[in-house]
C-alpha cells in the first residue's frame, strides 16, 4: 500500500505542533511573568482556552460527559494536569532561572514512559531507555549553565550546596509540575474511556483555570496593573495557541497513542524555546547547547525507532563469528555422515 505524502506530512505537522507552540509560548510569556502574578498568569492560560476547546468541540458535535464517572475524572485530570501543573510551572519560573526550570519541566517522559510501561504494558526496552537517558542529557546541556557541566567534569560542584538550596529557589516546583504533567498524561487514557478527550481537555482546563483565579484572588493583588498592550498580546497567544491547540492535539493523540513516544516528543519544546528565542530575542546559542539539541534529535529518534532498533540488532550475528559456526557446523555434519 502507497502512503498519501501530503496526508504524512500533516501527521507529522500535528504531531510536532504541540510542542512547537509551546516551545514559542515559553518565548512570549518570558516578559509577561515580571509584569503579573503567577496564578494570574497561569489561570488567563488555562480558563479562556478551555472555553474556546468547548466551543470547538461544541461545531463538531462532539458529546458532553454524561456519567459521574466522567465528572470525576476530569475533576482529577483539571486538578493534576491543568492547576497543579500550571500552577507550579508558574511559580517555579518566578523562583528559578528559565534554563534550569526547562530542563527539570522537560524530563518529564522518564515518568511517563515509566507509568506507561507498569500501567499500560508499554515496552521500553533498552534503546527505549537510552534515548530516554540521551533526551535528558541533551535538555541537561541546553538548560543548564555552561559553567555547571564544566564544573561537573572538573569535579568542583558542591553537590551538598546545591541539594540544601534545592527548595529555596524554586527548582521543587519545577520538579513537581514535571510530576504533575506526566500523571495528567496517563490519567487521559482513563478518561477517555468515559469522556472525549477534547471535550475533557476543555473541561479540565475549565476547572484547573477557576481554582487558580480562586487561589489568584485570595493570596495575589494587583495581577494586571503592570500589563500593557503587547503583555496582553503575549498572553492571548499562550492563551490560544500554547493551551487551547496544543493541549488540544496533545491529549487527543494521547488518549489512543504510544504514551512512551509521544511524550519523548516534549523534549522539542526547550529547542523550539531556543531557536525563537535567538529569533526574537537574539539570544546566542553556546556550543554545549547546540550538541545539546543534536542529542535531545537523536534521543527522539531512538524512542520512536526502540522496537524496529531492538529487532534489528536481535538478528544481527556479528562477522568475526560466522567462521567459527560455519566450522562447527561441518564438523557436526561430518559427524553425523560418519556415525
Same mark, same amino acid.
Given at each position: 500500500? @502507497?502512503? *498519501?505524502?501530503?496526508?504524512?506530512?500533516?501527521?507529522?505537522?500535528?504531531?510536532?505542533?504541540?510542542?512547537?507552540?509551546?516551545?514559542?509560548?515559553?518565548?512570549?510569556?518570558?516578559?509577561? +511573568?515580571? *509584569?503579573?502574578?503567577?496564578?494570574?498568569?497561569?489561570?488567563?492560560?488555562?480558563?479562556?482556552?478551555?472555553?474556546?476547546?468547548?466551543?470547538?468541540?461544541?461545531?463538531?458535535?462532539?458529546?458532553?460527559?454524561?456519567?459521574?464517572?466522567?465528572?470525576?475524572?476530569?475533576?482529577?485530570?483539571?486538578?493534576?494536569?491543568?492547576?497543579?501543573?500550571?500552577?507550579?510551572?508558574?511559580?517555579?519560573?518566578?523562583?528559578?532561572?528559565?534554563?534550569?526550570?526547562?530542563?527539570? +519541566?522537560?524530563?518529564?517522559?522518564?515518568?511517563?514512559?515509566?507509568?506507561?510501561?507498569?500501567?499500560?504494558?508499554?515496552?521500553?526496552?533498552?534503546?527505549?531507555?537510552?534515548?530516554?537517558?540521551?533526551?535528558?542529557?541533551?535538555? %541537561? !546541556?541546553?538548560?543548564?549553565?555552561? @559553567?555547571?557541566?564544566?564544573?561537573?567534569?572538573?569535579?568542583?560542584? *558542591?553537590?551538598?550546596? &546545591?541539594?540544601?538550596?534545592?527548595?529555596?529557589?524554586?527548582?521543587?516546583?519545577?520538579?513537581?509540575?514535571?510530576?504533575?504533567?506526566?500523571?495528567?498524561?496517563?490519567?487521559?487514557?482513563?478518561?477517555?474511556?468515559?469522556?472525549?478527550?477534547?471535550?475533557?481537555?476543555?473541561? &479540565?482546563?475549565?476547572?484547573?483555570?477557576? !481554582?487558580?483565579?480562586?487561589?489568584?484572588?485570595?493570596?495575589?493583588?494587583?495581577?494586571?496593573?503592570? $500589563?500593557?498592550?503587547?503583555?496582553?498580546?503575549?498572553?492571548?497567544?499562550?492563551?490560544?495557541?500554547? %493551551?487551547?491547540?496544543?493541549?488540544?492535539?496533545?491529549?487527543?493523540?494521547?488518549?489512543?497513542?504510544? !504514551?512512551?513516544?509521544?511524550?519523548?516528543?516534549?523534549?522539542?519544546?526547550?529547542?523550539?524555546?531556543?531557536?525563537?528565542?535567538?529569533?526574537? $530575542?537574539? @539570544?546566542?546559542?553556546?556550543? /554545549?547547547?547546540?550538541?545539546?539539541?543534536? /542529542?535531545?534529535?537523536? %534521543?527522539?529518534?531512538? +524512542?520512536?525507532?526502540?522496537?524496529?532498533?531492538?529487532?534489528?540488532? %536481535?538478528?544481527?550475528?556479528?562477522?568475526?563469528?560466522?567462521?567459527?559456526?560455519?566450522?562447527?557446523?561441518? @564438523?557436526?555434519?561430518?559427524?553425523?555422515?560418519?556415525?
Amino acid at each position: 500500500m @502507497e502512503l *498519501n505524502p501530503r496526508k504524512s506530512l500533516w501527521s507529522l505537522i500535528l504531531l510536532i505542533a504541540p510542542f512547537f507552540l509551546w516551545g514559542t509560548s515559553m518565548v512570549a510569556m518570558k516578559g509577561v +511573568i515580571v *509584569n503579573t502574578t503567577p496564578l494570574f498568569m497561569a489561570g488567563v492560560r488555562l480558563l479562556p482556552a478551555g472555553i474556546l476547546v468547548l466551543a470547538v468541540a461544541a461545531i463538531l458535535g462532539k458529546p458532553q460527559p454524561q456519567k459521574w464517572q466522567a465528572w470525576l475524572w476530569i475533576s482529577f485530570f483539571g486538578l493534576i494536569d491543568a492547576a497543579m501543573f500550571q500552577g507550579f510551572l508558574a511559580e517555579g519560573l518566578v523562583r528559578t532561572g528559565a534554563g534550569l526550570g526547562s530542563a527539570m +519541566i522537560d524530563s518529564q517522559p522518564l515518568v511517563v514512559a515509566l507509568l506507561s510501561s507498569w500501567l499500560f504494558a508499554e515496552t521500553i526496552g533498552l534503546w527505549g531507555f537510552f534515548g530516554l537517558g540521551m533526551g535528558i542529557l541533551g535538555i %541537561s !546541556l541546553i538548560g543548564l549553565p555552561d @559553567e555547571w557541566i564544566f564544573n561537573l567534569f572538573e569535579a568542583r560542584i *558542591n553537590i551538598a550546596f &546545591h541539594w540544601q538550596n534545592l527548595f529555596n529557589n524554586g527548582e521543587w516546583l519545577m520538579l513537581l509540575a514535571s510530576l504533575s504533567m506526566a500523571v495528567g498524561t496517563v490519567t487521559i487514557r482513563y478518561v477517555s474511556r468515559y469522556a472525549d478527550p477534547v471535550v475533557a481537555t476543555g473541561w &479540565h482546563m475549565i476547572l484547573g483555570g477557576l !481554582l487558580l483565579f480562586i487561589l489568584s484572588r485570595m493570596w495575589e493583588s494587583q495581577q494586571w496593573v503592570s $500589563l500593557d498592550w503587547g503583555n496582553w498580546l503575549a498572553l492571548g497567544y499562550a492563551t490560544v495557541f500554547g %493551551s487551547a491547540i496544543a493541549y488540544g492535539i496533545f491529549f487527543y493523540l494521547a488518549s489512543a497513542g504510544n !504514551l512512551t513516544s509521544l511524550s519523548a516528543l516534549t523534549f522539542l519544546t526547550p529547542v523550539f524555546a531556543l531557536g525563537f528565542g535567538k529569533v526574537f $530575542l537574539a @539570544e546566542v546559542l553556546t556550543p /554545549l547547547q547546540w550538541g545539546g539539541v543534536c /542529542l535531545t534529535i537523536l %534521543s527522539i529518534y531512538l +524512542i520512536n525507532q526502540r522496537e524496529k532498533l531492538s529487532q534489528q540488532f %536481535s538478528n544481527f550475528k556479528p562477522l568475526s563469528l560466522w567462521p567459527a559456526e560455519k566450522l562447527v557446523k561441518e @564438523e557436526v555434519a561430518v559427524k553425523i555422515t560418519k556415525k
